[in-house]
């Protein structure tokens, strides 16, 4: 979402693995916000690159847990 709490739609989302300095893996967020790695595993790190047109880049460190709800709510800032 943005700033002022509207989905965004088209931000690309990369799981990145940073040993290796390469992407495992690429997602878009869907007309709903909505973005998936299937692959990914529980008890897993995963290092996520989020971009977007009009938005600064972020990136977050995920680990996904068992017996929780796989669930972000990221909050993109506006390009400066």
């Known amino acids: ?16 693995d940073p040993t290796y300095k390469h992407v495992l893996a690429t997602s878009k967020t869907d007309a709903n916000g909505h973005f998936s790695f299937p692959e990914a595993k529980i ?8 971009k977007s047109n009009g938005f600064n880049p972020m990136q977050i460190t995920v680990r ?11 909050r993109l800032v506006i390009a400066t």
């Open 43 to 50: 008890g897993t790190t995963h290092y996520l690159h989020f």
């Open 1 to 16: 979402m943005d700033s002022s709490g509207a989905i965004v739609s088209g931000v690309v989302i990369e799981d990145f």
């Open 64 to 74: 996904l847990k068992r017996f929780t709800k796989p669930s972000l709510r990221i």
